[in-house]
């Protein structure tokens, strides 16, 4: 009958091997977004809004 002993070798662990860059060419890096709250995205989203309110009220007024 086999035993479940773990025979232990002294096997070398591969060495790393070199990355490849980034498919993009670039460095690979993020650039910095950490700039605050987007006021112009908030401001488009709230024209955007305004927008679709104003002709929905002229559309429901014609009908």
Do not use: F, Y
């Amino acid at each position: 009958m086999p035993s479940a002993t773990r025979a232990t070798t002294n096997t070398p662990l591969p060495q790393p091997t070199a990355t490849l860059p980034p498919a993009g060419g670039g460095t690979g890096e993020l650039p910095n977004t950490d700039a605050g709250v987007p006021l112009a995205g908030i401001i488009l989203l709230g024209l955007t809004m305004l927008t679709r309110t104003v002709r929905l009220h002229r559309a429901k007024n014609r009908i």
